[in-house]
């Protein structure tokens, strides 16, 4: 069940092929990684950055600059500046310097690994203000080979986080699931599809997995049991529980922002309806009452409410409620149907699923403003997740008539997709930041 | 689930299983066949209250010999009834519009059906899994699937089926019958189906 099928996923390497957008059109770049770099193109809003080769072990040193010059470039606000040919240093350097000013980059890495005691490896690196000629970020990592590309993950988030005053999330994961054949996989990777692990595999489906806000839990619904039940999972060791059992459905978890409760939908009083109970499935109880509606896909913000769907006023539409119970408020007012809200991180705006038509986009609402911006084309866009720094917003899309996963900046601008061969892909959370 | 298959040799269960296929398969001698018919006749036309007093009160002695054969015989101890394509009970699907939970007409016998040998197999459990077709959002699929299920589950319960042998529960989009992208494949996916545990 939790076996690490490393094996099995060969064929599921995930490659995020980055479209470069403007004003929200979608366009299309082949299947090729190396398009991504070259063709983002959001203008003067990409700070030019050149990520120089590490001095040192050569292996480590092109593995530690195409991690990070590849997260930097998923960005999709930093365009990155040609390498080849520069003095290779780890230090700031005079004439290294006059080659980024000649090359109009902004900001420059550079860093070195080398072999320290034990099979490890010391990894320095600097963050240079071009124009100013000054340090403005300086880092020393003592890790172990295998860690070396989570170590370049780390680097790209303190550029990213330097740059654009955004923390970064390159060293955040993903999970999904990947449908082959009969064959359902929960799986964890990289925020940039490497490293993907099968946490679950199963030959019923797996639908909703929900991070718990310390990353080290996954909620979900299996049917392993011929019917939808939730279990929680630890991630790293694969011991799991059945969040509550009971007769008919428990779907759609979603964790508190404190970890300790997880708000549901259940069907054991009928109908569908929101409960919650402690995240080990203790003191469940009924939050929403009225057994004749669906009330479903609860996500439970920051600011301590719940947002879910729900069809209670004639079509299915948006509310949010208390935990504690009392009125649920609509949020929602335009379309036929919205579907699995997501708040943002610092609570300002809610992503979901939009219908127009007979199409499914994404759609950001601006709380303030209440203005409402559709991000995505659909067809078939579904199961929205923001990154935990609110910029970016993975989601389940259709391409070629395959599942796919695909990315989008919160402003529209950015899109990417994640494929895989031969498994269509779906049902993305994004994990919170490591601690 | 029953297992109550004590000493027999296996030759016994060979020669009554193939008595229960002889029995099943010819419609005009079994006095159970017509038992079952008679019982979805007398639900569609009587009202539920008076369903429930017939079914109870005059079935014991037919419809328990058909039950005790399929116990014995069949591997999974379920009445081959269950299977026979001439029996109501081997329908199972209950197709439903689009964004509906509301049971046809057409469907009444079928469900009937079931409802009546519910009552007279107390020990008899299904499960009613609802299914939606593939448009909109996973999770409401599932809510819809549920209604659809419960939908059924109701149609039962008022013919007075007891409410512990029916678990409602709903596939959403997950599980679907023809995955294709066409009308005709969201139609069939819009249905509960009817599964007696063990099966």
Redesign the interface.
């Known amino acids: 069940m939790n076996a690490l099928t490393e094996r099995c996923l060969a064929a599921l390497r995930l490659l995020w092929i980055m479209g470069a957008m403007l004003g929200g059109l979608v366009a299309s770049l082949g299947a090729r990684a190396q398009l991504t770099i070259d063709i983002v193109g959001v203008g003067s809003q990409q700070i030019p950055v050149v990520t120089s080769e590490f001095v040192g072990d050569a292996k480590h040193s092109e593995l530690l600059t195409t991690v990070i010059q590849a997260d930097l470039a998923r960005s999709g606000v930093i365009k990155n500046i040609a390498n080849s040919g520069l003095p290779l240093t780890s230090e700031l350097n005079a004439d290294a310097l006059a080659q980024y000013a000649a090359r109009a980059a902004d900001a420059a890495v550079v860093g070195s690994v080398t072999p320290s005691a034990n099979g490890q490896f010391q990894v320095t690196f600097r963050l240079i203000d071009v124009p100013k000629r000054a340090q403005v970020a300086g880092l020393v990592y003592n890790v172990s080979a295998a860690d070396m590309r989570a170590t370049a993950h780390r680097i790209a988030d303190v550029v990213y986080e330097k740059l654009t005053g955004d923390k970064g999330v390159f060293s955040t994961r993903l999970a999904y699931v990947s449908k082959s054949g009969s064959r359902y996989q929960l799986i964890v990777a990289d925020s940039d599809g490497m490293n993907a692990i099968s946490i679950v595999a199963s030959a019923e ?1 797996i ?2 997995p929900a991070w718990s806000p310390d990353g080290t839990r996954l909620a979900y619904v299996s ?1 392993e049991n ?3 039940s939730i279990f929680v999972q630890n991630v790293s060791t694969g011991s799991r529980q059945a969040l509550i059992v009971a ?3 428990q ?2 978890p979603a964790w508190s922002p404190d970890g300790r409760s997880i708000a549901f ?1 259940s ?1 054991q009083a ?3 309806q929101l409960f919650i109970a402690g995240a080990d499935g203790s003191n469940a109880r009924r939050l929403t009452t009225n057994s004749s509606v ?4 609860p996500h439970w913000a920051v600011d301590g409410k719940i947002y879910f ?1 729900s ?1 209670r006023g004639g079509s ?1 539409q948006i509310y949010r409620i208390d935990p504690s119970g009392g009125n649920a408020e609509r949020v929602t007012f335009e379309g036929s ?1 919205n ?2 809200p997501k708040v943002a991180a610092d609570g300002k705006s809610m992503v979901f ?1 939009k ?1 127009e038509g ?1 199409r ?1 986009a994404l759609a950001i609402q601006d709380f303030a403003s209440r203005q409402v911006q559709t991000l995505t084309q659909g067809p078939v866009d ?2 929205p997740s923001f990154a935990p720094n609110g910029k970016l917003i993975v989601y389940a899309s259709v391409y070629n008539g395959r599942g796919v996963l695909a990315a989008v900046s919160a402003d529209g601008r950015v899109k990417q997709r994640l494929a895989s061969s031969g498994a269509d892909v779906r ?1 993305p959370a994004w994990g919170p930041f490591v601690r | 689930m029953q297992s109550k298959t004590p000493s027999r040799p296996v030759w016994i269960h060979a020669l009554m299983l193939s008595a229960a296929i002889a029995l099943t398969a010819c419609s005009s001698t079994p006095e159970q066949a017509a038992k079952v018919e008679d019982r979805a006749a007398t639900s569609t036309t009587s009202p539920s209250t008076q369903g429930l007093g017939t079914g109870t009160s005059t079935s014991p002695g037919a419809v328990t010999s058909a039950g005790t054969v399929g116990q014995n015989t069949n591997p999974d101890g379920l009445d081959p009834a269950l299977r026979d394509p001439a029996s109501p009970l081997s329908r199972r699907s209950v197709f439903f519009d689009y964004d509906s939970f509301s049971v046809k007409d057409e469907y009444k016998g079928l469900v009937e059906a079931h409802a009546a040998y519910l009552k007279r197999t107390p020990k008899a459990r299904i499960v009613i899994e609802g299914n939606t077709d593939e448009r909109g959002s996973r999770e409401y699929n599932l809510a819809l699937g549920q209604k659809r299920s419960e939908a059924v589950k109701r149609v039962m319960a008022l013919l007075g089926v007891n409410d512990s042998q029916i678990e409602s529960v709903s596939f959403g989009e997950e599980k679907p019958r023809n995955a294709t992208q066409t009308e005709q494949a969201f139609a069939e996916n819009r249905r509960a189906d009817i599964r007696y545990v063990g099966e």
């Open positions: 489906p639908i909703s049917f011929r019917k939808p007769r008919g459905n779907s759609a939908a069907s009928g109908g569908t669906i009330d479903t896909a769907m069809d299915p149907e579907a699995n699923v219908r007979s499914y579904e199961s049902e």
